[in-house]
């Protein structure tokens, strides 16, 4: 296949070393008579360097070639077996050892900085870096080359100045936290350094070892790596880790320390810079400190996924849960002596993509308000069905166990081998029990112990211990949805199929279950369910109940398989499948599917909802809740709502110029273009929906423009839609709530 002999010699200069090894693989056809794993022969190819590794693909024409697009750096990990963020003993030696699990003694810092921008986005060629702001343990600064007055300001000359005093600054630390650092502030401020001829080092190294700032693409996002340096970006942190309607760093403060950060609107940083306006200062260094926060808040985590893992600080800050447990998983596959399958091709990737299995069980709710709630869910559902049939991609279908085996949707699962995924499962639950077991005989010790004492709850000791089985949980619950992932290597529709199916069965023999032992089960979801007794009683008689019918139920379950006691509710509100709220008796409450945790609605919908939820839940009040509607509508129409108040937030999904029908955001994101704006599929456009006799569509204005707004719009589409979904599951219809002061049409009801 190589054309001449001057391509063999060239293909052969790029080869070290060619070794014939025995490696196990999976057959991953299940059409194919063959055993499901099967011993081969193959040969080994080391290259000089790895970015050989690209050159040899053509060896794809010869037949099947294995791990060849794994990168260097994570193969090297893997293969040595080296856990990053760790300390040892003879680090050089093959049998290094572990010296302890302590966190690395790393110098943090956050960065964050601010730039001058008259139109929707800042432009590097022309749009100058106005401030930079840090902050680390030792140090509050912003940098800065206008005479603010701020007790944190740093005066500098100029602008190249402000750049040269931040590379400085950084090149202090060894883990540099930002938010979306990846996608913008380290690729502005390398566009800027380059505008004045700055070198970007970050790193101490002698001149000729000096690395520059890289920049590359990953998918269609940015990674900003930093020889010499962990760059965590805590914005893909947070997408993974936190169920928020908007990722703003706002948001994500708000959410982890309940503090209302300051915001000024990056429209206004420009005017606010003009006018030698202090709060910019302010502003910028609360980014700063937030971030800071964020990414303390968060360090302790990612160390435990990177060295679960076996991958580096920087990769697994940016790994989604499926990538992670996909190393996980290349880390067990090469101390079993297997070869990973190989990533899907594209075409493979559409057919799986189009590939469809039913889900898990949703039990349609009894709609209204009840009272004295048990919640019961198995734990771990998904993996615990995992592991009790055995159920992987190298193990589906065996041919040493077909007459044998029971035949789930017509596949089997082998008898005498544990598959690569029940395997890594099993490690990761068997590990997170062990540390719970710690963490609870830790808890029933005297509390009065030195705080320094290495039993102490408020230990370090315990503190990673608490970190590491929350990490190990997050792990251990994605395998199923790492199966079903089109782009997984051990992906397998089949085997995800299963699952879900077996899920389905249990929670409805669950259900069956607690039915005929005087429960009324409520709703029921995947893999938990909500019940009252069928006798009203009171909370005593309930949870011996409950705990009753656990102790006869888990007898019957396979040994690997639990439910357990959730919670008790004194009262919840249940509307259809995934829309509820429940309410504890610390008045605790938990909302799930309902419109305030969404984008998509503004926030006066969503605090009338809230309002509205909390007396009835709080209350058990029907007339009280109707109140709040009334008295929302009329400030609606005296004006009394605050304009931000009034935002609706839609996600841009596809690029403007795709859209076949026109919608709010898709109007207001050709205005924002029209106007010089920049744009990227998954912005998040806010407007406001104004007044006037033009299409809903046309009157979508940005909140900056916004001179008032059409009253009606708001009552109509955003205030009633999420309190009557309530409302109706408490039996008050749509006609009543219309009527709640006369009878007269739903307009009428508002004009009146």
């Known amino acids: ?46 290259v000089k360097h790895p970015k050989n590794v690209p050159k040899l693909r053509i060896l794809k024409e010869l037949g099947e070639i294995y791990e060849h697009d794994i990168p260097f750096t994570k193969r090297y990990l893997i293969d040595k077996n080296i856990i990053p963020t760790t300390y040892y003993h003879n680090f050089e030696d ?119 700032i890289k920049i590359s693409r990953g998918g269609i996002h940015l990674r900003s790596y930093i020889p010499g340096k962990v760059h965590i970006d805590l914005y893909p942190i947070a997408r993974r880790t936190l169920n928020l309607t908007k990722y703003k760093l706002e948001d994500v403060s708000y959410e982890l320390f309940g503090v209302h950060k300051l915001e000024v609107g990056h429209q206004n940083i420009s005017n606010l810079w003009n006018k030698m306006d202090k709060n910019l200062v302010e502003y910028s260094f609360q980014d700063a400190y937030y971030t800071y926060k964020i990414g303390e808040y968060f360090l302790p985590l990612e ?60 039990k349609e709710p009894i709609k209204g308000m009840h009272e004295n709630i048990v919640s019961m869910d198995f734990r771990a559902l998904y993996p615990s069905i995992i592991i009790s049939y055995n159920i992987s ?122 039915e005929k032992n005087g429960f009324k089960v409520i709703y029921a979801d995947t893999d938990g369910l909500y019940s009252v007794l069928k006798k009203n009683t009171n909370k005593k008689t309930l949870l011996n109940k409950t705990y009753e019918f656990l102790n006869k139920i888990n007898e019957k379950l396979p040994k690997d398989m639990e439910l357990e006691f959730e919670g008790y509710y004194k009262r919840g509100i249940f509307i259809t499948k ?52 009334r008295s929302t509508i009329t400030d609606l129409r005296n004006k009394k709502i605050d304009k931000e108040d009034l935002i609706i937030y839609t996600q841009l999904t596809k690029d403007v110029n795709e859209y076949k029908t026109t919608a709010p955001h898709v109007e207001v994101a050709k205005k924002i273009i029209k106007n010089g704006g920049r744009l990227k599929v998954g912005d998040v456009i806010g407007y406001i929906i104004t007044s006037g006799n033009k299409s809903i569509s046309e009157r979508a204005t940005l909140p900056e423009d916004a001179k008032d707004y059409d009253t009606n719009y708001y009552i109509d589409n955003q205030i009633l839609p999420p309190v009557l979904r309530i409302m109706e599951s408490l039996g008050i219809s749509k006609d009543e709530l219309k009527n709640l002061n006369k009878q007269i049409t739903l307009d009428g009801f508002f004009r009146g």
């Open 1 to 46: 296949f190589l054309n001449s002999d001057e391509d063999k010699k060239n293909l052969l200069n790029y080869i070290e070393d060619l070794e014939t090894v025995k490696r196990t693989i999976i057959n991953s056809n299940l059409n194919d008579l063959k055993n499901r794993i099967i011993e081969k022969n193959l040969t080994k190819i080391t």
């Open 94 to 212: 093959e049998d290094r050892k572990i010296a302890n699990n302590n966190l690395p003694e790393l110098k943090t810092i956050s960065f964050d900085m601010e730039v001058y921008c008259e139109g929707r986005e800042p432009e590097p060629e022309k749009n100058p870096i106005l401030m930079t702001s840090f902050c680390s343990k030792d140090l509050k600064k912003v940098i800065t080359y206008k005479p603010f007055e701020h007790e944190y300001v740093e005066l500098v000359k100029d602008e190249e100045e402000l750049i040269k005093r931040t590379i400085d600054i950084l090149k202090d630390y060894d883990i540099i936290y930002t938010y979306n650092g990846d996608n913008f502030d380290f690729p502005y401020l390398k566009r800027r350094a380059e505008h004045f001829g700055i070198d970007v080092f970050f790193d101490k190294q002698k001149k000729q070892k000096k690395q520059k």
């Open 303 to 362: 160390v435990m996924f990177s060295r679960i893992v076996n991958q580096t600080l920087f990769e697994v800050s940016r790994m989604g849960n499926s990538q992670m447990v996909e190393y996980l998983l290349l880390k067990h596959s090469f101390n079993n002596n297997f070869l990973a399958p190989n990533k899907p091709s594209n075409r493979e990737y559409q057919k799986r993509l189009r590939g469809y299995y039913e889900g898990g069980y949703v």
């Open 393 to 514: 991609p190298d193990t589906i279908d065996c041919k040493c166990c077909e007459d044998t085996s029971e035949k789930i949707l017509g596949h089997w699962f082998c008898k005498k081998r544990t598959g690569i995924i029940p395997q890594v499962l099993r490690n990761l639950i068997e590990r997170r029990k062990h540390i719970k077991k710690i963490l609870k005989d830790k808890d029933s010790k005297d509390n009065n112990k030195d705080n320094n004492d290495k039993n102490s709850k408020n230990s370090e000791y315990y503190d990673l211990l608490n970190y590491e089985q929350k990490s190990l949980k997050i792990l251990a619950n994605s395998h199923y949805g790492y199966l079903a992932y089109p782009r997984a290597r051990w992906y397998s529709k089949e085997c995800a199929e299963i699952i879900t199916h077996l899920g389905r069965n249990y929670i409805q023999k669950t259900i069956e279950e607690a």
């Open 578 to 629: 995934k829309r509820y709220a429940l309410i504890d008796e610390n008045n605790k409450i938990t909302i799930k599917g309902l419109e305030f945790v969404r984008r998509d609605w503004s926030n006066i919908a969503k605090k009338t909802q809230r309002a509205v939820l909390e007396t009835l839940l709080k209350d058990g009040d029907i007339e009280s809740a109707k109140n709040i509607i």
